[in-house]
């Protein structure tokens, strides 16, 4: 009679962790490398004892030919969450890696401590300036939040795979270059004119040493460009931030 209860207990406990662990590792600054995995089982753990006394008592307990299969949906959906936020900081890292080539600093790569991998100057210095608002912005409560209320609306072994659920999917890590490009494009639309004008001061007065202050002009004017911009980023942030949030929710409610 003791064995039935723990068992379902332990179960449950698991289910909720598959889910949180997935969500830790693929979101934004909590899946970061440079925070250890040991703080991240921590943390898995503690959210897991933390959300079992509202939502344990759901949670059927599985078979055991069906734990694998919900274990592998399970992580899947926490991961899914994790990806769907996390496409904000991968257009903007697509932003940073053309920038940087339009600004003349593709040669310039420092590590990057989040992905632990050499990146331009330019994307890393989009990628903190974006984390610090993620962080002010309290988007990680946000994620903690969501991956909570999920088990409500898509309990634990109730998600289908459908193909509406997979044309959502695609559509939103499509809309990954869209969400690149509208970063970008006040300084690429810069510079290109900034090509164009050189290119015809260079057809006008051959003369001229274009190929000596083409770089620097450009670089100088896609500094100032970037700088003038940054104030709305914030406004620009919080709207996308929300927007991949409403598609993770969308992800889930259409595997349901």
Do not use: C
Request: glycine fraction near 8%.
């Amino acid at each position: 009679m003791i064995a039935l209860p723990l068992m379902a207990i332990i179960g449950a406990a698991l289910t909720i962790g598959v889910r949180l662990t997935g969500l830790i590792l693929f979101a934004p600054f909590l899946g970061s490398m440079a925070i250890p995995a040991r703080i991240k089982a921590i943390f898995v753990l503690a959210m897991t004892l933390l959300l079992y006394p509202t939502i344990g008592h759901e949670i059927a307990p599985p078979t055991l030919g069906g734990w694998p299969m919900l274990v592998f949906t399970e992580f899947l959906i926490g991961a899914g969450m994790g990806i769907a936020t996390n496409l904000v900081f991968e257009a903007v890292q697509l932003a940073g890696q053309v920038l940087g080539v339009q600004m003349g600093y593709s040669l310039v790569n420092i590590l990057d401590p989040q992905s632990q991998i050499d990146t331009t100057v330019v994307a890393l210095f989009y990628q903190s300036i974006v984390m610090l608002l993620f962080l002010r912005m309290d988007v990680h409560y946000w994620l903690l939040r969501a991956v909570g209320n999920s088990f409500l609306y898509l309990p634990p072994g109730s998600a289908h795979l459908t193909s509406l659920f997979t044309l959502a999917i695609f559509k939103t890590v499509g809309s990954l270059f869209g969400i690149g490009i509208q970063i970008a494009a006040p300084v690429m639309a810069a510079t290109l004119a900034a090509d164009v004008v050189l290119g015809l001061l260079g057809k006008a007065s051959p003369q001229m040493p274009l190929m000596l202050l083409g770089p620097a002009i450009k670089s100088l004017l896609g500094l100032g460009i970037l700088v003038a911009t940054l104030k709305y980023w914030p406004d620009l942030f919080s709207r996308l931030f929300l927007d991949s949030m409403a598609k993770a929710e969308q992800l889930l409610h259409l595997a349901s």
